[in-house]
């Protein structure tokens, strides 16, 4: 399983946007980045995933980089009700379909 | 969009009692996970599941834990006898088909409180 480094916590301004870094050096050629949030003790919410391209999707945009060693997801306009625990996995694991490995996740406030 | 749905959302037992924690996958999904959060904690990996077959299981995963498939439709977590530590929120998750590409339904959870 790829491991995976976020920065414990971050802060954003309502409206502005949020851009959360992952450090995933480790991961395989083959391995999607997967990001989730989990907001309280909610079920982890899927937000997007991507091999090598960057991605976009209603919610969020991803953005790896080349090497794929790294990737930012950006909330364009963060409200209120994004401040969460954002975690950043690959989809890797012991068989052919994978599975997720939870971190610890990066806590994202979003203030007023 | 469609939902995995759990029952119950809290479910409150006796040190020793078994438990049976119940899922229903989306419908056209064919692989099925738990996980399990404890108070404070990331959540963890307990096992997959596929074919009427365990695939995957965590250190977690021990004798006291088992998972069923009975029917068409429920996926069920059972814990033989429960120990204090066990208390947590258990995620049951599914997907689709098997490429890494497809990503993970999660449920809302069921809080297990062992007493």
């Known amino acids: 399983d790829a491991k995976t480094t976020q920065p414990p916590s971050m802060d954003c301004a309502e409206g502005r946007a949020a851009n959360l870094p992952c450090n995933h050096s480790?991961?395989?050629?083959?391995?999607?980045v997967y990001w989730y949030r989990q907001i309280h003790s909610q079920g982890p919410q899927y937000i997007i995933h991507?091999?090598?391209n960057n991605e976009t999707n209603e919610m969020a945009s991803l953005i790896i980089t080349e090497d794929r060693k790294s990737s930012t997801l950006i909330l364009p306009h963060a409200t209120l009700r994004d401040t969460a625990v954002y975690y950043c996995m690959g989809f890797g694991g012991g068989t052919s379909y994978g599975k997720l490995t939870f971190g610890q996740g990066t806590i994202l406030t979003v203030h007023p | 969009e469609p939902e995995v749905t759990q029952t119950p959302s809290h479910q409150v037992t006796q040190m020793g009692q078994e438990v049976i924690l119940r899922c229903v996958p989306i419908s056209n999904h064919l692989y099925f996970y738990w996980y399990r959060q404890i108070l404070g904690q990331k959540v963890e990996f307990l096992v997959s599941?596929?074919?009427?077959?365990?695939?995957?299981k965590s250190e977690i995963f021990d004798d006291q834990f088992s998972v069923e498939r009975p029917d068409g439709s429920n996926f069920t977590l059972k814990i033989r006898s429960t120990k204090l530590e066990d208390s947590a929120m258990y995620f049951c998750?599914?997907?689709?088909?098997?490429?890494?590409?497809?990503?993970?339904?999660f449920g809302s959870g069921t809080q297990l409180s062992v007493l």
């Open positions: 480790t991961i395989s050629g083959n391995e999607y």
């Open positions: 998750a599914s997907k689709r088909g098997p490429s890494t590409n497809e990503k993970l339904f």
């Open positions: 599941f596929y074919n009427n077959e365990i695939s995957e």
């Open positions: 991507g091999l090598k």
